[in-house]
């Protein structure tokens, strides 16, 4: 049993490192964002405005800036998809308490 604390407590710490990195991540981000609209002394609202208006592209831009677009829905719904929720992984390990170790879970 006390492996098992062990182990829980080192994906605790190594998960815990994961969300320290991406948060570091996220605030560079952040001030990078801040700083280039600073560098181009416009709000976030006006460069909103400018980019959903397609009259401010050429019909190419356009396209290419829809398809972008697309793809960074389609990948922020994918990377969504992937995130556990802790309570279902508990839930699926506790129902694994009557089966012997050396039996192969399948989903």
């Known amino acids: ?13 190594q998960n815990q490192n994961k969300i320290n990195q991406l ?8 001030r990078e964002e ?4 600073k560098d181009l002394n416009i709000s976030l609202e006006q460069l ?12 190419e831009n356009w396209q290419q800036l829809n398809q972008h677009k697309q793809l960074l829905n389609d990948k922020l719904k994918a ?21 012997d170790r050396h039996w192969i879970h399948v989903r």
């Open 1 to 13: 049993m006390e492996d098992k604390d062990r182990k829980t407590e080192s994906l605790i710490l």
């Open 34 to 37: 801040d700083q280039f609209l």
């Open 23 to 30: 948060q570091i991540h996220l605030d560079n981000q952040a």
């Open 79 to 99: 990377r969504l998809e992937t995130i556990r929720n802790p309570k279902d992984v508990k839930r699926n390990y506790a129902s694994l308490q009557g089966i």
């Open 48 to 59: 909103s405005t400018f980019i959903e208006n397609s009259s401010n592209f050429t019909e």
